[in-house]
């Protein structure tokens, strides 16, 4: 199994461009999550998804779009980049175990906004 | 509010040495705790999740301890090696979807030769 991989793994945009990060899983997992991670903070949700075709926000979901078509895939669109959207982006997938939710994170796509 | 802090923020220990490293958190409904490693550059990788009945777990040289009364937590490392030079990150479930963990802003631990 690959687990979860994301692409790309380093992207620059010029403020307003638009662009989708894509996520992917081949673990057949229900939950895929959307995180962001900046300096000296922890990491916060953006979006999740409990399974295809049902999505919902997170902390900070303003300037971010989801959606998911499929089990496997989860991409976050964002519609007009701005600077404060420079940040590290984490994917997750999770499966029930004995009552947690076990979470497994793709290696992150570092995005800088110009 | 709900809300998980860690200490210290940061820290250097020799090679070889132990260290624990330590969470507070202020989270209702309690549902389990976690545990992650984060290398640089790399994504979190769970070390352990603890529910509010476990009071201690292993993975390898990893213990996690849990003090529901008293809402701490902490990460016990044992003869660290180079490899554990890391962020860790504590993390508190409020139980139902995924939308309720509440994320530490980790301790970043550097281990010298």
């Known amino acids: 199994n690959a687990g979860v991989t994301q692409t790309p793994k380093f992207q620059v945009l010029k403020t307003g461009q638009s662009m989708t990060l894509q996520c992917a899983q081949d673990?057949?997992?229900?939950?895929m999550s959307w995180y962001r991670q900046d300096p000296g903070m922890g990491l916060r949700l953006i979006h999740y998804?409990?399974?295809?075709?049902?999505?919902d926000q997170g902390e900070v979901p303003n300037g971010y779009n989801v959606s998911r078509s499929t089990t496997e895939d989860f991409p976050l669109r964002l519609l007009s980049a701005a600077p404060s959207q420079t940040s590290v982006y984490f994917c997750?997938?999770?499966?029930?175990?004995?009552?947690?939710?076990?979470?497994?994170f793709g290696p992150g796509t570092r995005l800088t906004v110009t | 509010k709900n809300q998980v802090e860690q200490s210290p923020q940061s820290l250097i220990i020799l090679e070889g040495k132990n260290c624990t490293l330590q969470?507070?958190?202020?989270?209702?409904?309690?549902?389990?705790l976690r545990w992650y490693k984060q290398d640089t550059g790399r994504g979190p990788v769970s070390l352990t999740i603890?529910?509010?009945?476990?009071n201690t777990k292993s993975n390898g040289r990893y213990t996690a301890t849990l003090d529901a009364d008293t809402k701490q937590s902490s990460l016990h490392i044992t003869a660290s090696q180079l490899s554990d030079s890391a962020s860790y990150i504590c993390?508190?479930?409020?139980?139902?979807?995924?939308?309720?963990?509440?994320f530490g802003k980790g301790t970043k631990l550097s281990v010298k030769p």
């Open positions: 997750a997938s999770s499966i029930r175990d004995r009552g947690s939710y076990e979470q497994y």
């Open positions: 673990m057949n997992h229900e939950y």
């Open positions: 998804s409990v399974g295809a075709g049902i999505t």
């Open positions: 969470c507070n958190y202020t989270v209702s409904p309690f549902s389990n």
């Open positions: 603890m529910t509010f009945s476990e």
């Open positions: 993390v508190v479930s409020a139980g139902g979807s995924q939308g309720n963990l509440i």
